[in-house]
């Protein structure tokens, strides 16, 4: 798929530029994490996924929340979070 773990095995890479890094979090109910590099890049990219399908999902964030939760068309969670803060 054209990634590669880091050194926490959670996390995975893109091996070029202009995709987004993941995490894949198996503590909990596992989600997928997309990174963004910037709030900017960050309100593109929720922008362009709720366009495709995606909802915003009504949640309780943090008051310094790096992160957006989403929900595919079938009601699976995931985040967009920002990683430039």
């Known amino acids: 798929?054209?990634?590669d773990r880091a050194a926490n095995p959670d996390f995975l890479v893109?091996?070029?530029s202009g995709a987004c890094?993941?995490?894949l979090d198996g503590q909990d109910r596992t989600h997928l994490d997309l990174w963004t590099d910037?709030?900017?890049e960050q309100?593109?990219?929720v922008e362009r996924l709720v366009s495709l399908g995606a909802s915003r999902v009504d949640w309780d964030y943090p008051e310094d929340a790096d992160f957006v939760v989403l929900a595919d068309p079938t009601g699976t969670l995931f985040c967009v979070v920002d990683?430039?803060?």
């Open 21 to 23: 890094r993941l995490h």
């Open 83 to 85: 990683t430039g803060r």
């Open 14 to 16: 893109p091996r070029g």
């Open 43 to 45: 309100r593109l990219e």
């Open 1 to 3: 798929m054209g990634y």
């Open 38 to 40: 910037s709030e900017a």
